[in-house]
């Protein structure tokens, strides 16, 4: 978890929250739930909404200068569960395959940008 936690370190009550999150997660996503987004685009949108309530970021997608390191930062300072899994640990090729973050969010969103639009 990021805030109080070292980095790499989860402690045993934090590892079961977080696998708890992630099931939740991955139910929400496999019934195609709106109150899920993932990749970068749609969890920015996310954070600039306010409706991020659990983030999930892969520490290959914080890297210097990503935007997900201010958004988990942000976030978990707003009070959101947020969890940076590094890199070795199993869930982590799980949010490598919703590009490298993933949240459930408060309410769907009301929109998503569009960044394929011209």
Same mark, same amino acid.
């Given at each position: 978890m990021?805030?109080?936690?070292?980095?790499?370190?989860?402690?045993?009550?934090d590892?079961a929250k977080?696998?708890?999150?992630? &099931? %939740?997660? +991955?139910d929400? =996503? /496999? &019934? %195609?739930? +709106?109150?899920v =987004? /993932?990749g970068?685009?749609e969890?920015?949108?996310?954070h600039e909404q306010m409706?991020?309530?659990v983030l999930?970021v892969?520490?290959?997608?914080m890297?210097l200068?990503s935007?997900?390191?201010d958004?988990?930062?942000?976030?978990?300072?707003?009070?959101n569960r947020?969890?940076i899994?590094m890199?070795g640990?199993?869930?982590?090729?799980?949010?490598a395959?919703?590009g490298?973050?993933?949240a459930i969010?408060k309410?769907?969103?009301e929109?998503v940008?569009?960044?394929?639009a011209?």
């Open positions: 990021y805030g109080g936690q070292q980095p790499g370190f989860v402690g045993n009550q590892a977080m696998s708890e999150d992630w &099931r %939740r997660f +991955a929400l =996503a /496999f &019934r %195609r739930d +709106a109150q =987004a /993932f970068p685009e969890i920015e949108e996310a409706q991020i309530e999930f892969g520490a290959g997608a890297a200068g935007p997900l390191s958004v988990a930062k942000q976030a978990s300072s707003e009070g947020c969890h899994i890199d640990r199993p869930l982590h090729a799980e949010v395959r919703f490298g973050a993933a969010l309410k769907p969103l929109c940008r569009s960044y394929d011209k």
